[in-house]
């Protein structure tokens, strides 16, 4: 079972700042079958990236994904108002397609 | 539209069960591998269950294995999860997803999302 530990836990930042988000994997990810999702309150998770770098359709390209094998990262370039959020990863390379305890985004 | 709405959830007691229902609308269903996620009141996410397109296969959280099940009708354009034997800590919000390709296996990250129905497991 592959176990997703994402760092730092909050993150406080102010719009127009960068943020680096990272998911650190328990054994290396395959093929990077790794996404990292963006979740408001009330709301259903929306996907920002699949394949550890390929923005789903629609996401701003100031959100960027890299990494692979074990260590992965999610960033904001230019942090927008509406960027404040809790983001997770999830691997979806072998069942279980567990997810990260997820990083708060606040301002 | 490519949508998902579920149904289903609501008060239970300790011990009960309830039968959740996701329904798709706006896409081929029968390409898609589907999926359940749930959240716990003020918690993160957590896989519960993923059924590839054929349901030839699927998978469950270690933990939920045993009490619930993952089915399909690809006819109806409707996901199904059965909970049994529900727990105080099965209280949480059940999400439905679809995969993001059609191409048959469960490998996929979660694409669409429904809103997801409140289960909440209480005497």
């Known amino acids: 079972e592959i176990v997703l530990t994402q760092s730092p836990g909050t993150l406080s930042l102010s719009p127009g700042e960068r943020a680096t988000l990272s998911c650190r994997a328990s054994?290396?990810?395959?093929?990077?079958?790794l996404a990292w999702y963006q979740q408001k309150p009330g709301q259903a998770p929306r996907l920002l990236i699949f394949?550890?770098?390929s923005r789903a359709t629609g996401i701003p390209d100031r959100f960027s994904g890299s990494g692979s094998g074990t260590d992965f990262t999610l960033t904001i370039s230019r942090l927008d108002p509406e960027d404040f959020a809790v983001y997770y990863c999830?691997?979806?390379?072998?069942?279980?397609?567990?997810f990260g305890q997820g990083t708060k985004l606040e301002i | 539209e490519v949508q998902l709405v579920e149904s289903g959830g609501g008060l239970v007691k300790p011990g009960g069960s309830l039968r959740l229902s996701c329904a798709a609308s706006?896409?081929?269903?029968?390409?898609?591998?589907m999926h359940w996620v749930r959240q716990a009141p003020g918690k993160g996410l957590e896989w519960v269950s993923s059924?590839?397109?054929?349901?030839?296969?699927?998978y469950y959280a270690d933990s939920l294995k045993g009490r619930f099940t993952t089915s399909r009708d690809n006819d109806r354009k409707l996901l199904y999860l059965q909970v049994n034997s529900l727990r105080g800590e099965d209280t949480a919000v059940y999400f439905c997803?679809?995969?993001?390709?059609?191409?048959?296996?469960?490998?996929?990250?979660?694409?669409?999302w429904g809103q997801g129905t409140m289960v909440t497991v209480s005497s």
């Open positions: 997803a679809r995969g993001l390709s059609p191409v048959g296996g469960t490998r996929e990250a979660f694409h669409i």
């Open positions: 706006g896409f081929t269903f029968s390409s898609y591998s």
């Open positions: 059924i590839c397109r054929d349901s030839a296969n699927i």
């Open positions: 054994q290396s990810v395959s093929s990077n079958y």
């Open positions: 394949g550890a770098s």
């Open positions: 999830q691997h979806y390379a072998s069942s279980p397609y567990n």
